[in-house]
């Protein structure tokens, strides 16, 4: 049983590329999440989906974009990486879409941006 | 205002000691607390949750936490430390700025345990 599943783990990118991460979960969940974690910042959202073909911003979209690609899957698009994205990017999968639905998570993935 | 303050970005303890690790949340935020744990190169697991009904919470690996309402608090402790109890604990809410429809994490603590 895998649970939520992110690729790749690490990534390094220079300042302007673009990059897609790419996250999937086997749990039927109808909600998933995308979340930076910066050293004493806790965790911030970036992205969430409610539900299968809708997405909405979260504390911190500005310079991501993502897609809800069927039930499974929801990928973050960098479109121009810049350094202040350097971040561990974690990927977020929950029963429901309200706040007393646990939230299960990936692996993350280490990204560093030059 | 923060929804969610974790005071002490890190705490040591003896193995065996008792661990206090505190969480104070907005008088504004609705009664949904969780308590996370988080291992070296792993993602964020469910430690425990309050929801409704008792207070005292008990979660996994002899963690439990207590919601006191008058106190705006639900601290995670645990009577005795262990070794692999060395990790991050994020304490989340809803966040006042997500009009209380999205949880916000804390700021977390690191828990470090000597032998």
């Known amino acids: 049983n895998a649970g939520v599943t992110q690729t790749p783990k690490f990534q390094v990118l220079k300042t302007g590329q673009s990059m897609t991460l790419q996250c999937a979960q086997d749990m039927n969940h109808n909600s998933m999440y995308w979340y930076r974690q910066d050293p004493g910042m806790g965790l911030r959202l970036i992205y969430y989906?409610?539900?299968?073909?809708?997405?909405d911003k979260g504390e911190v979209p500005n310079g991501y974009n993502v897609s809800r690609l069927n039930k499974r899957e929801f990928s973050l698009r960098l479109e121009s990486a810049a350094p202040s994205q350097t971040s561990v990017y974690f990927c977020a999968s929950s029963e429901g879409a309200g706040v007393n639905s646990p939230l299960h998570f990936g692996n993350g993935t280490r990204l560093t941006v030059t | 205002a923060q929804s969610v303050t974790q005071l002490g970005s890190h705490v040591s303890v003896s193995e065996g000691a008792l661990v206090l690790l505190r969480c104070n949340y907005s008088?504004?935020?609705?009664?949904?607390l969780f308590w996370y744990v988080q291992y070296p190169n792993q993602g964020l697991q469910l430690l425990l949750k309050?929801?409704?009904?008792?207070?005292l919470v008990k979660g996994i690996n002899g963690f439990e936490a207590e919601f006191k309402k008058s106190e705006t608090s639900f601290h995670l402790t645990k009577p005795s430390a262990h070794m692999s109890d060395a990790a991050e604990y994020f304490c989340?809410?809803?966040?006042?700025?997500?009009?209380?429809?999205?949880?916000?994490f804390g700021t977390g603590t690191r828990l470090l345990v000597s032998p």
């Open positions: 989906s409610a539900s299968e073909g809708t997405t």
């Open positions: 309050y929801t409704t009904g008792a207070t």
């Open positions: 008088s504004s935020v609705p009664p949904y």
């Open positions: 989340a809410v809803p966040g006042m700025n997500t009009g209380f429809q999205k949880l916000v």
